[in-house]
């Protein structure tokens, strides 16, 4: 019997997503292994009854994919039902649990990283059936007569007419970002001039919204740009006819399509659809579309050849790399707590903790842009009333006006005058979970949505909660589409850094300890540059 299929178009999601999930751990691209079967025709299963199957599929792919379920849904007794989305969709789909599909086939390795990042702890996310299905380079491309390979990918992403899509949103745009870091890594290029490169892109893109999807690109470089796309993207699209892509001399990353489940009832299907993949007839399809095969050896005729492989061997820096590019791209919102209770006055040199909290968030106010929404609280033990915190400033975009007044000059003032609340008592637990609550209840999804607080004690409320009910709740009420990191920051060491390490943990935040007063400038801007 004959599948069941549908094809979706890949919506405007894809280039939302990146406001949805926030931050992302990625995985290195892992070669497959390639088997052609020599049976052309499946066998025929004598099925009693069938199974319904949804598969996601990126959507370069997804018509190859449909194919190869047609042949496999009687041997499989499956039907399949073949979407074409894009992966960012479908990792949002699975990181809230909602329109998960039975099989997903990215084109990437690197995503089902980025939602096992998301999923609560303990859960358990896609699981690989075949590491790679397909496969096809990373490129440059631009207008035939003019474009040549540069040497690296620093040379590419500091031209002018360089164009990239959202690194958030799109693999291909990715690359970049990792192969220059890859590059300074091994000394091939500097690794100063690859931040600046970096920070001028991401910043670039604040300005003008990046054109993630291939029609766009390609009648970008059509307009003499250089563009980044894959080999699949050039050979399969009519317009780029005109186009050539190259590869910098560093050489350049594959994308792999791994196939993977989301239920263990669909394996079967899953290996079933890997089958019909491999055969001779999917091999064909693949590369009429302008695939390579899994090993990734390049095609006799047209591409860019062969290449030197880069490769991602230490995932926790492409995290850094992505987190970073969020905070220079995206805007944010940020709700700043800031502990006033009488450990605050203690000597700190020639000053304060308090007064040089107050310079290093004066400072960090004036790195901020107007597009940023900011807030400040204050707190300690019954600061306001019954409450451990008190709203200084709401939080606002900087650049907006209330009486003639920027909130950036209302901002400045709430925080220079910090000093006259010190005293009392830390009230920690239930102010972090009331600015937890707040920064949720106005989520923007359009930015890096924050909390960051300063303390230099622990938690001294005998009457607010206890730590593990502040932690099982953060975590019952964490949205995993709708993300608020808690970044902590403790000032010296009766700062309870443990505490501050969970907290901040349990919201997928990060936590800074300035073991010394001097160091406290430096601690709160890395804690403000890590907001994303």
Request: aromatic residues 4%; charged residues 20%.
């Amino acid at each position: 019997m004959g599948g069941r299929h549908a094809m979706s178009k890949e919506s405007d999601a894809a280039r939302k997503w990146q406001y949805g999930i926030g931050l992302l751990v990625v995985a290195s691209i892992l070669a497959g292994v390639f088997v052609l079967r020599d049976d052309e025709e499946p066998a025929v299963a004598d099925c009693a009854s069938t199974t319904d199957v949804s598969v996601a599929a990126s959507p370069e792919i997804a018509e190859v994919v449909t194919s190869a379920a047609e042949r496999a849904a009687d041997e499989a007794c499956t039907t399949y039902d073949v979407q074409a989305q894009a992966p960012a969709v479908v990792a949002q789909s699975i990181a809230v649990g909602d329109g998960v599909p039975d099989i997903w086939i990215p084109d990437s390795t690197l995503w089902l990283g980025r939602v096992q990042a998301q999923l609560v702890e303990g859960a358990q996310g896609p699981q690989v059936v075949s590491e790679s299905v397909a496969a096809t380079p990373v490129v440059l491309a631009g207008q035939a007569d003019a474009i040549a390979s540069p040497q690296t990918w620093l040379q590419a992403l500091s031209s002018p007419q360089f164009v990239s899509g959202d690194p958030l949103a799109s693999t291909e745009a990715t690359v970049p970002l990792i192969a220059s870091q890859a590059e300074a890594a091994k000394g091939v290029t500097d690794a100063e001039q690859v931040s600046a490169a970096v920070v001028a892109l991401a910043q670039n893109q604040t300005v003008d919204k990046a054109v993630s999807d291939n029609a766009g690109l390609i009648k970008q470089a059509a307009g003499g740009s250089t563009v980044v796309l894959t080999e699949q993207a050039l050979a399969s699209n009519p317009d780029a006819a005109a186009l050539t892509g190259v590869v910098p001399k560093t050489g350049t990353m594959m994308l792999n399509y791994p196939l993977a489940v989301t239920a263990d009832t669909a394996t079967d299907a899953a290996s079933a659809l890997a089958g019909a993949l491999s055969s001779a007839s999917g091999v064909g399809d693949l590369t009429a579309a302008g695939f390579r095969t899994p090993d990734g050896a390049a095609p006799d005729e047209g591409g860019v050849g062969a290449f030197t492989p880069i490769t991602v061997d230490d995932p926790a820096a492409v995290t850094k790399l992505l987190r970073s590019w969020s905070s220079i791209a995206l805007p944010g919102q940020t709700l700043a707590v800031i502990d006033v209770s009488g450990s605050m006055a203690a000597q700190a040199g020639d000053s304060t903790r308090m007064e040089l909290t107050i310079q290093s968030a004066l400072t960090g106010l004036a790195a901020m842009p107007d597009s940023w929404k900011i807030g400040t609280w204050a707190f300690s033990v019954g600061l306001d009333g019954d409450k451990d915190y008190k709203e200084l400033a709401p939080i606002r975009r900087l650049g907006s006006s209330s009486g003639g007044v920027t909130h950036r000059r209302v901002e400045e003032r709430v925080t220079s005058e910090l000093g006259s609340l010190v005293g009392g008592g830390t009230g920690l637990y239930d102010t972090v979970l009331a600015a937890y609550r707040t920064v949720q209840s106005q989520y923007d999804p359009r930015a890096v949505n924050s909390v960051i607080v300063l303390t230099d004690g622990r938690n001294e409320d005998s009457n607010s909660l206890s730590l593990s009910e502040l932690l099982a709740t953060l975590q019952r009420e964490r949205d995993p589409a709708r993300p608020v990191i808690v970044i902590a920051l403790g000032i010296t060491k009766d700062a309870d850094e443990s505490a501050l390490k969970k907290i901040a943990n349990v919201t997928g935040g990060l936590s800074y300890i300035a073991r010394e007063p001097a160091d406290i400038p430096a601690v709160f801007v890395d804690a403000l540059q890590s907001r994303g």
